[in-house]
């Protein structure tokens, strides 16, 4: 076990001491004392980049993994639960989503600035005084989840989901808890460290899932029971170890005031609210509404569950794209953020046209194969009654998501140039635009495997309304978004893959591998072909590849 870092050692400063005399040798005495002072502040900058470089590569890592045994964990779930405990549990976990997402992302960014903003002899005391912060709300939240619990459940009409949804409140307490102490690490720029913590949660929690749900739907038929309650205990274990790694800082002067974080973190949560409410919006109401309508046909309302673990089925590759280009808002923003505080209004429409461009090849290129090879990609992976259910839906959700992945873009791009105000209107209206389609197309409806596809088409629209307004004010405020000739060049490309892929014949799942290669291939040459991928796109990537490996 490698052991933590004295907390008062400051994390831009804690290079080997062998790098450091290898990057700033012993000056001659009769050196110039600025070029010695440049030489010494050249060291350090390149020392930084280089600790940061490797750092980024272990988050980003953290991250693909992340998303690798989230799409296993996916996979096993729907078959040790079945489709309809799937629909169920995801279910419970969409909801809970909506509260511990945002926990986590105010909890790491809030308590991560406050220990990066201060100076290093502060850190400890900054460090104490954010977790008393964050501490001070994890167990109302907790108890808030509680007792709200069964009120949702009955919103939902899943009175069955009452009991697992209050087990979600131990989630909602422990994230409370650790999610800070990764806010440290990040603080201290011990990126490793925090890509370390987040392996070890994403392989506990999907180990802990899968066993549970197995282990409590073999010898007590509830899954969904089984599932949640691991994952309280997971979570449980995570904070006990980063509170044994991380440590709670010492008592003293340092970091912003109670106040100053407060005001922070509030339009931080206000828009992770409404974020994780438009990612899952459709998902809840797919289940109020299915279940309503199995209701009215004197059907359990259990009847629903099934629908909906086809409709998560569809999602897990229709989140693809969005999760993919988080990378690109990585590097976007900062880059952004330096721009506009310098006034360069040329470096920052530079900055959009090519953040924007590169966001609409890569999701292109994701989105041709899932939307060309639906029912394939949903035989590859899930078993009956899923393909079945959600192949039309996902042919068209996948379409909706793919401008949602831009829709993200475009908030962090706003996000980047001080309009925190217009990204938190523009998401909120696309809650409300997804909600109202939602209730128009669905509501009411009779029950059956078409209210899949009436949620896909009603969520699609109301993302792409909400991604071409988010457009609009990128434009007003940014003054660029994208080349029209990237936006057609590539809307082609993705049009022609699409028809190729649904005119495969299905062959086997060995074959649907085949046939995604071929179809994002054939995007690709598309692109090259009317010259939107060109030998200078070549050029940038093995220089970033190359840089890596310098490093």
Same mark, same amino acid.
């Given at each position: 076990?490698?052991?933590?870092?004295?907390?008062?050692?400051?994390?831009?400063?804690? !290079?080997?001491?062998?790098?450091?005399?290898?990057?700033?040798?012993?000056?001659?005495?009769?050196?110039?004392?600025?070029a010695?002072?440049?030489?010494?502040?050249?060291?350090?900058?390149?020392?930084l980049?280089?600790?940061?470089?490797?750092?980024?590569?272990?988050?980003? $890592?953290?991250?693909?993994?992340?998303?690798?045994?989230?799409?296993?964990?996916?996979?096993?779930? !729907?078959?040790?639960?079945?489709?309809?405990?799937?629909?169920?549990?995801?279910?419970v976990?969409?909801?809970?989503?909506?509260?511990?997402?945002?926990?986590?992302?105010?909890?790491? %960014?809030? @308590?991560?600035?406050?220990?990066?903003?201060?100076?290093?002899?502060?850190?400890?005391?900054?460090?104490?005084?954010?977790?008393?912060?964050?501490?001070?709300?994890? /167990?109302?939240?907790?108890?808030?989840?509680?007792v709200?619990?069964? *009120?949702?459940?009955?919103?939902?009409?899943?009175?069955?989901?009452?009991? *697992?949804?209050?087990?979600?409140?131990?989630?909602?307490? $422990?994230?409370? /808890?650790?999610?800070?102490?990764?806010?440290?690490?990040?603080?201290?720029?011990?990126?490793?460290? %925090?890509?370390?913590?987040?392996?070890? !949660?994403?392989?506990?929690?999907?180990?802990?899932?899968?066993?549970?749900?197995?282990?409590?739907?073999?010898?007590?038929?509830?899954? #969904?029971?089984?599932? &949640?309650?691991?994952f309280?205990? +997971?979570?449980?274990?995570?904070?006990?170890?980063?509170?044994?790694?991380?440590?709670?800082?010492?008592?003293?002067?340092?970091?912003?005031? @109670?106040?100053?974080?407060?005001?922070?973190?509030?339009p931080?949560?206000?828009?992770?609210?409404?974020?994780?409410? /438009?990612?899952?919006?459709?998902l809840?109401?797919?289940?109020?509404?299915?279940?309503?309508? !199995?209701?009215?046909?004197?059907?359990? /309302?259990?009847?629903?569950?099934?629908?909906?673990?086809?409709?998560?089925?569809?999602?897990?590759?229709?989140?693809? *794209?969005?999760?993919?280009?988080?990378?690109?808002?990585?590097?976007? $923003?900062?880059?952004?953020? &330096?721009a506009?505080?310098?006034?360069?209004?040329?470096? +920052?429409?530079?900055?959009?046209?090519?953040?924007?461009?590169?966001?609409?090849?890569?999701?292109?290129?994701? #989105?041709?194969?899932?939307?060309?090879?639906?029912?394939?990609?949903?035989?590859?992976? $899930?078993?009956?009654?899923?393909?079945?259910?959600?192949?039309?839906?996902?042919?068209?959700?996948?379409?909706?998501?793919?401008?949602f992945?831009?829709?993200?873009?475009?908030?962090?791009?706003?996000?980047?140039?001080?309009?925190?105000?217009?990204?938190?209107?523009?998401t909120?209206?696309?809650?409300?635009?997804?909600?109202?389609?939602?209730?128009?197309? @669905?509501h009411?409806?009779?029950?059956?495997?078409h209210?899949?596809?009436?949620?896909?088409?009603?969520?699609?629209?109301?993302?792409?309304?909400?991604?071409?307004?988010?457009?609009?004010?990128?434009?007003?405020?940014?003054?660029?978004?994208?080349?029209?000739?990237?936006?057609?060049? +590539?809307?082609?490309?993705?049009?022609?893959?699409?028809?190729?892929?649904?005119?495969?014949?299905?062959?086997?799942?060995?074959?649907?591998?085949?046939?995604?290669?071929?179809?994002?291939?054939?995007?690709?040459?598309?692109?090259?072909?009317?010259?939107?991928?060109?030998?200078?796109?070549?050029?940038?990537?093995?220089?970033?590849?190359?840089?890596?490996?310098?490093?």
């Amino acid at each position: 076990m490698v052991e933590p870092r004295d907390e008062t050692e400051s994390p831009s400063a804690a !290079a080997p001491a062998a790098d450091r005399a290898a990057c700033a040798p012993e000056p001659s005495p009769d050196a110039p004392q600025t070029a010695v002072a440049a030489s010494v502040e050249h060291c350090g900058q390149t020392d930084l980049a280089r600790r940061a470089g490797r750092g980024g590569l272990a988050v980003a $890592f953290a991250k693909i993994y992340f998303m690798l045994t989230g799409l296993v964990q996916q996979i096993l779930l !729907a078959r040790v639960m079945g489709i309809g405990g799937y629909g169920a549990l995801s279910n419970v976990l969409s909801i809970a989503s909506i509260a511990y997402n945002p926990v986590t992302t105010t909890s790491i %960014q809030g @308590v991560s600035r406050a220990v990066a903003q201060s100076p290093d002899a502060e850190q400890p005391a900054a460090t104490r005084r954010a977790l008393k912060v964050h501490f001070a709300f994890a /167990l109302p939240l907790g108890l808030g989840f509680l007792v709200a619990a069964a *009120p949702i459940g009955r919103a939902i009409n899943a009175p069955h989901l009452v009991g *697992p949804l209050q087990l979600v409140s131990g989630i909602m307490l $422990f994230y409370g /808890l650790y999610t800070p102490l990764i806010g440290v690490l990040n603080g201290q720029k011990r990126f490793v460290y %925090q890509a370390g913590f987040d392996i070890l !949660a994403a392989t506990l929690r999907t180990v802990g899932l899968v066993a549970g749900a197995w282990y409590f739907t073999k010898h007590f038929s509830s899954g #969904v029971a089984g599932a &949640t309650g691991a994952f309280v205990v +997971v979570s449980g274990l995570m904070f006990v170890a980063a509170l044994s790694f991380v440590g709670l800082g010492r008592a003293g002067v340092g970091g912003p005031s @109670v106040r100053q974080h407060l005001l922070f973190l509030l339009p931080l949560a206000i828009g992770q609210v409404l974020l994780n409410l /438009l990612l899952q919006a459709d998902l809840t109401l797919l289940r109020t509404f299915a279940a309503d309508a !199995a209701a009215r046909q004197g059907l359990p /309302l259990m009847a629903a569950d099934p629908l909906v673990g086809a409709y998560r089925a569809t999602q897990l590759f229709c989140f693809l *794209p969005y999760q993919l280009l988080l990378a690109i808002t990585f590097v976007l $923003f900062p880059l952004l953020a &330096t721009a506009w505080r310098d006034g360069d209004a040329e470096a +920052v429409k530079r900055y959009v046209r090519t953040g924007v461009r590169l966001a609409l090849v890569i999701a292109g290129g994701m #989105v041709s194969v899932t939307a060309g090879l639906s029912g394939p990609l949903l035989r590859l992976v $899930f078993p009956a009654p899923a393909p079945e259910l959600g192949t039309e839906a996902m042919e068209l959700l996948t379409l909706g998501f793919g401008a949602f992945a831009i829709f993200g873009i475009f908030t962090t791009i706003l996000n980047s140039l001080k309009r925190e105000r217009a990204s938190m209107v523009v998401t909120a209206l696309g809650v409300a635009l997804v909600a109202l389609l939602c209730w128009l197309r @669905v509501h009411g409806q009779p029950f059956g495997a078409h209210l899949l596809l009436r949620t896909a088409t009603a969520t699609s629209a109301g993302l792409l309304l909400a991604t071409l307004a988010a457009a609009a004010l990128v434009k007003s405020t940014a003054g660029a978004v994208a080349p029209v000739s990237t936006v057609v060049r +590539v809307l082609g490309a993705l049009a022609i893959a699409v028809v190729l892929g649904r005119s495969l014949p299905y062959s086997g799942k060995l074959m649907t591998l085949v046939y995604s290669a071929l179809v994002g291939g054939v995007y690709v040459v598309l692109l090259v072909v009317t010259r939107e991928l060109t030998a200078a796109d070549v050029g940038m990537v093995r220089a970033v590849v190359s840089s890596k490996k310098a490093k």
